[in-house]
């Protein structure tokens, strides 16, 4: 299984990626990259993911201390998100 991501703009101009499937692996750096072409706010819905490894729990929690929205994610990647950053929101990253 791979991964799918789908833009989709919506209300207010808001950039929703609909990633399905798994963030693993080299998906990591292809979600990444569309993410770093967005020039405005951007959402990532996680409603279809069935598998995120440690890199790309990483990515997620960067993206939400950016200000990113995470939306319909699954609770398991949510814990570990949350203990990635420390259970703290808004943290500095570089």
Known sequence: MGCRIDRV????NLVVFV???QIVGQHVQ???GVLEREPGAVAI???NVVLVDRDGVTLLARCEARGT???NC?????EWVNRE???TEGIDVA
């Open 30 to 32: 292809t979600l990444w």
């Open 9 to 12: 703009v919506s209300a207010g």
């Open 85 to 87: 950053t420390g259970g």
């Open 69 to 71: 929205q995470l939306r």
């Open 45 to 47: 819905d996680l409603k």
């Open 74 to 78: 699954p609770p398991y990647i949510r």
């Open 19 to 21: 990633v399905s499937g």
